[in-house]
């Protein structure tokens, strides 16, 4: 994970002012860990371990592992996959699938996005929180590039956004994390070809 630079401090509210670096290096080393050991075998001692801090500094900032992977995981959810705004649904929707393939065959993606839903699977609460902080804010955020394809006309009206949001995303995590074949920018005009043709039927 990249270590931008960052403001060195912050306060959450009525708490002690918290150290971005070490906010920063947490986060890095929280991703590392859950790639390596898995969502069920991750502990925060090993996390602090990981980032050199003490395993106090979790707990200034994050009050469980399940908060931890909520506020991190759908952070990156977002910031790695924007909402494309070109003016022109094709082309959106194939920035859009570029940036998904991206950002899912990072190498510590392409292990913990898995390894979260097979966890999820068994862990109700984990799911129900994956759920409200990571596929709700996805989807709210890609309902953009079709609510502004409806108002260009480009969409009838009566659209099924959910249905859509469905063929947007579906085929990308697919090819990625269950084919798992390479894939070239060629496949990706032609995807993204379909997934507007679906979108329009």
């Known amino acids: 994970m990249n270590r931008a630079a960052i403001p060195t401090s912050r306060r959450r509210p009525g708490g002690p002012v918290l150290q971005e670096d070490v906010t920063?290096?947490?986060?890095?080393?929280?991703?590392?860990?859950?790639?390596?050991a898995g969502y069920g075998k991750l502990s925060l001692e090993a996390v602090?371990?990981?980032a050199g801090a003490g395993k106090a500094a979790i707990y200034r900032r994050w009050p469980s592992k399940?908060?931890?992977?909520?506020?991190?995981?759908s952070q990156v959810a977002i910031e790695a996959i924007g909402t494309p705004d070109t003016g022109n649904l094709r082309d959106d929707v194939t920035r859009f699938v570029r940036d998904s393939l991206?950002?899912?065959?990072?190498?510590?993606?392409?292990?913990?996005?898995?390894?979260?839903l097979a966890e999820a699977a068994r862990n109700e609460e984990l799911a129900e929180t994956l759920?409200?902080?990571?596929?709700?804010?996805?989807?709210?955020?890609?309902?953009h590039?079709?609510?502004?394809?409806?108002?260009?006309?480009?969409?009838?009206?009566d659209t099924d956004i959910e249905l859509n949001?469905?063929?947007?995303?579906?085929?990308?995590?697919?090819?990625?994390?269950?084919v798992r074949v390479p894939v070239g920018d060629d496949h990706i005009d032609r995807l993204a070809a379909k997934i507007v043709a679906a979108m329009k039927a």
């Open 102 to 116: 991206v950002a899912l065959s990072h190498p510590i993606v392409s292990k913990i996005a898995p390894d979260l």
């Open 66 to 73: 399940q908060a931890m992977t909520a506020e991190l995981v």
């Open 24 to 36: 920063l290096a947490l986060r890095t080393a929280f991703f590392e860990e859950l790639a390596a």
């Open 145 to 157: 590039i079709i609510h502004g394809a409806v108002e260009r006309g480009e969409l009838p009206p």
């Open 131 to 143: 759920l409200s902080h990571v596929r709700d804010s996805r989807r709210k955020s890609a309902a």
């Open 165 to 178: 949001l469905d063929f947007l995303a579906g085929p990308v995590y697919w090819r990625v994390a269950v």
């Open 48 to 50: 602090a371990r990981r």
